[in-house]
């Protein structure tokens, strides 16, 4: 199983970013997708959710800003992020469950002037 996170990079304050996590190895379309992010210092925390029936959920922080996307077809998911606040600097990491989890490696953002 491998999941393989891309498009993380360095912008600056309301700038947008779009992050991309390729799957393999799994049943793509009967997983929920989620995305984490951890920051330095701070404990690995739920950005954005979709599940196989395209439900989706998002932390509070990052609401009206980022939005999760899935494409079954390129076993795909997709994390737009509009509006960039520093804060939102981390390391963003891709999450399959079902009834195993598996992590992709992680992909930077930093979010700065």
């Known amino acids: 199983v491998q999941l393989v996170e891309s498009g993380g990079g360095l912008v600056w304050p309301g700038e947008s970013l779009k992050l991309s996590c390729a799957a393999s190895g799994i049943e793509f379309q009967v997983y929920d997708m989620r995305w984490f992010r951890q920051a330095p210092g701070k404990e690995r925390e739920l950005v954005a959710g979709?599940?196989?029936?395209?439900?989706?959920n998002y932390a509070d922080s990052v609401k009206g800003r980022f939005t999760i996307s899935r494409d079954n077809a390129k076993n795909t998911v997709y994390l737009q992020m509009n509006s960039l606040l520093p804060e939102d600097t981390a390391v963003y990491y891709c999450?399959?469950?079902?009834?195993?989890?598996?992590w992709g490696r992680g992909t930077q953002v930093t979010v700065s002037s």
């Open positions: 999450n399959a469950y079902r009834m195993f989890t598996y």
């Open positions: 979709i599940s196989s029936g395209l439900s989706t």
